[in-house]
């Protein structure tokens, strides 16, 4: 008999996997409940009318498409049908496609629901979405986005506090990170001054290659891309600008100083970084992990109008774990241009991969039950379930064993599940209104009333 199976690019989370992913979930929610951010989600499935022409050619090609419900042939166009052309028979078929991610169908909830929104509108989503790409390692076609998003509000202390948000999360994972920024402006500005607006994105990713292939080869592939050696030349000066955020931004200003765009980015990145370093609490910095301009950093240049935000974790070798920045017209897609908006993504499954790898993950946030009851015979379980119910009472996650097997499948079952605590009420126990509280790891043993079981093992927040 053969197996069942999944789809490629699809992943089943046992038990722990889900203590995990949920501990990674339930932070990023309760951080961004504490900065005002409140959830919304919207439907798994949206029209294809509002995914198409969003996400470009390669984009459009990776959307999953529904079928139409009933008899979807009904009505197709003959013609269509026997030239088998996919694009047009697609769109004929499927009224509707799996969303490809959040951004799109915030953008269509914001502009939908404009009448009830208070502006400026604070929200977080946590959930999947999907792509028909080509599964590999690291890349699936089902998977989470955390996203955090303020829109209807042009102030930069919206950016201040998305970068609180990601120092508050990672603090509490206890991963180091460096919280690498930019903006989008500060680049615009730095292909004006060498005169070629027209190759900022060629720039940009010569740019960002530099730690990686040497200065030599950005040089090689900036020529290759068609920018002139005077251009070449004149961008020099960028690939020695070193030190602390402050003397960076002080080269660069100096470099940008008769580019208005390029000088309003600068402003913009040391408003952040200043209001960052003025929130002190008790005479510290409230920060943990360092920020750090990053001038080649260059994401999403067709998006992103702004601050540009990118953090990488400092013991683990990957790649980035969350990103955002600000853009300008989040919802003209939908007909309702000039809204600004600025937004963070924190990347679940990488985050999951670094906890996994340092071993950070605390031991109550992964384990089921505190503790196993063992089931000695009818009248032991019924005051087995008794107590059980009384420690449940008190936040205490309590299993009872549900059939009277061997001792030792019992004492197995809860090592296998790593239950700490095991609770044997037999004869005696059962006329000496005690329990024996058993403790797996060092092996001990005490006889203790119900009450007393409570108090040893509650919770202590």
């Known amino acids: 008999m053969n197996k069942p199976s999944i789809p490629k690019g699809t992943r089943d989370f046992s038990p722990v996997e889900m203590a995990k992913r949920n501990y990674i979930f339930n932070t990023i929610r309760e951080v961004y409940g504490l900065y005002g951010f409140r959830q919304i989600e919207t439907p798994a499935m949206e029209n294809l009318s509002t995914l198409m022409g969003k996400y470009g050619e390669e984009g459009d090609k990776l959307l999953f498409k529904i079928l139409n419900s009933g008899d979807f042939l009904r009505g197709i166009d003959a013609g269509v049908l026997a030239d088998g052309a996919t694009g047009r028979l697609a769109a004929q078929l499927c009224e509707k496609g799996l969303r490809y991610d959040l951004t799109v169908p915030f953008a269509r909830y914001v502009v939908q629901h404009r009448d009830e929104l208070q502006m400026p509108f604070k929200r977080y989503q946590i959930q999947p979405v999907w792509r028909a790409d080509r599964p590999q390692k690291g890349r699936y076609r089902e998977f989470y986005q955390c996203d955090a998003d303020v829109v209807g509000s042009d102030s930069l202390l919206s950016e201040v506090e998305l970068m609180q948000i990601i120092d508050t999360v990672f603090t509490r994972f206890g991963i180091r990170v460096s919280i690498l920024i930019n903006n989008r402006k500060i680049l615009t500005g730095m292909a004006n001054h060498i005169g070629q607006p027209d190759k900022i994105v060629e720039i940009t990713t010569a740019i960002d290659k530099l730690d990686k292939i040497g200065i030599d080869n950005v040089r090689a592939e ?25 003397s960076q931004l002080a080269a660069i200003a100096a470099m940008l100083a008769d580019d208005e765009i390029g000088t309003k980015g600068v402003e913009e990145v040391r408003f952040v970084l200043n209001t960052l370093k ?59 241009p000039g809204l600004s908006g600025v937004g963070i993504s924190f990347g679940a499954d990488r985050i999951y991969d670094v906890l996994n790898q340092l071993d950070l993950y605390p031991q109550d946030a992964i384990q089921g039950a505190q503790v196993l009851f063992i089931n000695f015979g009818q009248a032991e379980a019924a005051r087995s379930m008794q107590v059980a119910t009384q420690l449940r009472q008190a936040g205490i996650a309590a299993e009872v064993y549900p059939d009277s097997a061997k001792m030792k499948k019992q004492m197995s079952y809860a090592n296998t599940l790593g239950v700490p605590y095991v609770v044997l009420i037999g004869e005696s126990e059962l006329q000496s209104g005690l329990v024996s509280l058993k403790d797996m790891n060092t092996g001990q043993q005490q006889q203790l009333t119900a009450e007393e079981v409570i108090e040893k093992l509650k919770p202590s927040h």
């Open 222 to 246: 900036l020529a290759d891309s068609g920018v002139t050696p005077e251009a070449i030349a004149k961008l020099e000066p960028l690939f020695q600008i070193s030190g602390d955020n402050d």
């Open 278 to 336: 003025s929130l002190m609490v008790n005479g510290q910095c409230s920060m943990a992990n360092e920020v750090a301009l990053d001038l080649t950093l260059a994401r999403g240049l067709n998006y992103y109008t702004g601050c540009i935000f990118e953090v990488k974790a400092l013991d683990v070798e990957i790649g980035s774990i969350t990103g955002g920045g600000r853009y300008d017209n989040l919802t003209g897609i939908f007909g309702m």
